[in-house]
Each structure stands twice: as C-alpha cells, then as structure tokens.
C-alpha cells in the first residue's frame, strides 16, 4: 500500500504565497509522475501541475509564472511554491503520484485565498 500526506495549506492574502507538501510512503517501487491537482468550491477537480521521473514539468495557463512544482526523488516528496496566490486559487489541493500502473492521491489540503 501507498500512503500520501499531504502538508502546508491554510489562509493566505492576495499576493501571498503558500508551499504545499505531499509525502509518499509505503510500498513504493517507481514513481513515474507526480502532480497537483486542485478543486475550487461547487467545480471539478482541474489539473495543476505535473512532474515526471525525469523531472519535466507542466503547469495549467491559469497558474504558468506563479507555481513551481519540484519532486525530492530521495524522499518520494513533491512540492508545489504559489506565489502571486489570487481569490480564483481557493480550493482543496489533491496530490497525485504513479507508481506502475496505479494511481494514488492524497486526502487534500484547503487553499484559501481572502483578504
């Protein structure tokens, strides 16, 4: 089994930043991606950013120039930095890691964005 806990959400003002943590544990052979994906209140669940094993990475419009995500392959960690955070980013962020041909998620962490 695969546990992932996820870490560093909470209230931040316009313009703040906010790092999200999302550890794996567990029976772990190779992660061949990891990402963020996040869902705002009353809407679907949307795709933040991912990173694969070799570290290429790829970030929705929305959030290009303002997150970064970086993985600690050492530790089975990823990370995503938001800065510039606005209203719109408020919502429960959902790590995702892939291992094999099996997906596994986190149990979220609140983002909320108000001044």
């Known amino acids: 089994q695969v546990q992932l806990v996820e870490s560093g959400g909470g209230l931040v003002q316009p313009g703040g930043s906010l790092r999200l943590s999302c550890a794996a544990s567990?029976?772990?052979?190779?992660?061949?991606?990891m990402g963020w994906y996040r869902q705002p209140p009353g809407k679907q669940r949307e795709l933040v950013a991912t990173?694969?094993?070799?570290?290429?990475?790829s970030y929705a419009d929305s959030v290009k120039g303002r997150f970064t995500i970086s993985r600690d392959s050492a530790n089975n960690t990823v990370y995503l930095q938001m800065n510039s955070l606005k209203p719109e980013d408020t919502a429960v962020y959902y790590c995702?890691?892939?291992?094999?041909?099996?997906?596994?998620w986190g149990q979220g962490t609140q983002v909320t964005v108000s001044s």
């Open positions: 567990g029976t772990i052979s190779s992660i061949r991606a």
């Open positions: 995702y890691v892939g291992i094999g041909l099996r997906g596994y």
């Open positions: 990173i694969t094993k070799t570290t290429s990475t």
